[in-house]
């Protein structure tokens, strides 16, 4: 481990430790120490909640990063599943015509026939959900 990973680690440390410190403070003896240093409590509210507010946004662009990355690997792992149209069709008919799958919606096509690229989405989720692999395929 290098000098300079050292050093991080032993300021790491010591503040982890500082930090303990502060937290085991009883508030009243905190306040007590705050006033006699005669610090102005309003401002380091302020300063307090500006610090919450970065860190929260920070965590929050760590959140998104990591959901993109998750998002982007997903979909690089998608299943392709190679059918004609009528093939496609002919096996999403077959699937929705199954008792045991429930929730195909026409919802958003008013009770009309499901356009390509939805029996192509529908068949993709249904692979996802295993519903439909290689020796289900026709």
């Given at each position: 481990m290098s000098n300079e990973q050292n050093e991080i680690d032993e300021m790491d440390c010591l503040a982890q430790a500082m930090m303990e410190d502060l937290l085991?403070?009883?508030?009243?003896?905190?306040?007590a120490e705050l006033r006699?240093?005669?610090?102005?409590m309003k401002q380091l509210a302020a300063r307090f909640d500006?610090?919450?507010?970065?860190?929260?946004?920070?965590?929050?662009?760590?959140?998104?990063v990591a959901a993109k990355t998750?998002?982007?690997?997903?979909?690089?792992?998608?299943?392709?599943?190679?059918?004609?149209a009528g093939g496609k069709r002919r096996r999403y008919e077959e699937l929705s015509a199954n008792?045991?799958?429930e929730g195909f919606s026409?919802?958003?096509?008013k009770g009309t026939a499901q356009s390509e690229r939805d029996?192509?989405?529908s068949i993709e989720d249904l692979t996802d959900l295993g519903a439909f692999d290689e020796s289900t395929r026709k």
């Open positions: 085991a403070l009883p508030n009243a003896e905190y306040v006699e240093r005669k610090v102005d500006k610090v919450l507010a970065e860190a929260l946004q920070q965590e929050g662009k760590i959140r998104m998750a998002v982007s690997n997903s979909r690089q792992e998608s299943v392709v599943v190679s059918l004609d008792p045991g799958v026409l919802a958003a096509r029996i192509e989405t």
